[in-house]
Each structure stands twice: as structure tokens, then as C-alpha cells.
């Protein structure tokens, strides 16, 4: 992201997946001190302040902290094969990304629903209630975030740059932010997060107590 920030010939970023998924989420098996490096939001501040259009092309599955970096993207793609959810109750944490961009997206009611039941949803679905911009077949999802790259590289770039940061002014205020991080880390910390860690190794459903 700094690379292709500093790079005068870089008009527009594609982030897409390496694999068969877009992203899963943070890894459960990594120790609470590592966990704890990303209560700063220091990469959620880099993508939502990047000032280069970013286009987010869903390959696979989509889920939690994933799913937010798509979120913090300009423009979302999905492949016919894209699955997507919000996961982060599901193992004791909070989609922090989630909590305040969704809403703007989709609704505060559909936010509220897909934030506290987790339900993992389909591309057809997420197309329809404007997660996604767009639905394409899986051979044909990265030409179809090219293309859309192209056309963006016929505009003028500081008109880009500013109406890119006029739609993203107010998103994310201090005080979101304070309490996202205050929140994070009393879940980083609580029995749940480690129990649901505990639960992913031993391959069981996780029994959350509330503490």
C-alpha cells in the first residue's frame, strides 16, 4: 500500500485473493499479544485514508476482518462463488470496521442483522442489498475489476482524489475510533476470545459465558 501510494504511474489498487479466498479473517491460532498489535486500526486507517481508488475483488470467501478490508474499498466485485460474513461474535470479537461502515452501506436495520446473527450470505444476496456492486463469473472477475480500473484511469486524478475523500469525510470520527479500541480490548482480553480459540483447535463448538 505505501509503494503503490508513492507511485506516481499507480492510478487505481486491486486487492483480491491469493488463494481460493479472498480472506478468512484473522488466525485464530496466533498468540493474544500479536492480536493485540491490531486494536491500533493502524491498516484499517491506511485503507480507509489511502488516496487512490482501491477496488476490492471478492474471489472466495469473504469472512470478518477480510471482509472489512473489502469494506474500506471503493468499489466491491464478487465472483458467482463469493460467500461473505461478519463474523467477529462468532469468536468472541468485534467486526470494528464493520460496526460503523456497514450501516452507511446497507442499512442500519440489514447491518444490525447480518453484525448479530453472523449469518454467512451468497453474492446474489449481497448484490442485493448493495454490499456489492456488482456480480460476475468467477473467470471473469479480475478482467471486470481491471476494466473498471481502466475506465477510472481515463479520469483526472485530483478530481478523483477529492470526490474520493469528500464520500469518505465523517465516516470515522475520534470518538468511533476511542471506542472501537476501547472495546477491542476488553474482548482481546476476555474468557470468550479464548475460549473460541480454544474451541477452532479442538474442532468443537465454542461455550461463551459472557466474560
Not at 488466525?27 to 499479544?33: A, M, N
Request: net charge neutral.
Amino acid at each position: 500500500m505505501n509503494e503503490a501510494a508513492a507511485d506516481g504511474n499507480v492510478r487505481v489498487v486491486i486487492l483480491t485473493g491469493a488463494g481460493s479466498a479472498f480472506s478468512v479473517g484473522h488466525d485464530r491460532t496466533i498468540p493474544d499479544s500479536d492480536i493485540e498489535k491490531s486494536i491500533s486500526l493502524e491498516t484499517e486507517d491506511k485503507l480507509l485514508n489511502f488516496g487512490k481508488p482501491l477496488i476490492a475483488a471478492i474471489n472466495g470467501y469473504a469472512l470478518g476482518g477480510g471482509m472489512q478490508y473489502a469494506l474500506l474499498c471503493d468499489i466491491i466485485l464478487a465472483s458467482d462463488k463469493a460467500v461473505i460474513g461478519f463474523i467477529g461474535p462468532l469468536v468472541g470479537m468485534l467486526c470494528y470496521v464493520a460496526v460503523w461502515a456497514l450501516p452507511a452501506v446497507v442499512g442500519w436495520k440489514k447491518a444490525s442483522e447480518l453484525l448479530l446473527t453472523c449469518d454467512q450470505i451468497s453474492a446474489e444476496e449481497a448484490y442485493r442489498i448493495g454490499l456489492v456492486g456488482k456480480i460476475v463469473r468467477q473467470e471473469e472477475l479480475m478482467p471486470t475489476a481491471l476494466e473498471i480500473a481502466q475506465k477510472i484511469t481515463k479520469t483526472a486524478p485530483l478530481s478523483i482524489r477529492y470526490t474520493k475523500e469528500a464520500l469518505r469525510r465523517g465516516l470515522f470520527d475520534a470518538g468511533t475510533k476511542k471506542f472501537v479500541q476501547e472495546a477491542l480490548r476488553v474482548l482481546v482480553a476476555s474468557e470468550d476470545m479464548k475460549e473460541a480459540a480454544r474451541a477452532f483447535m479442538e474442532k468443537r463448538e465454542p461455550i461463551f459465558r459472557g466474560r
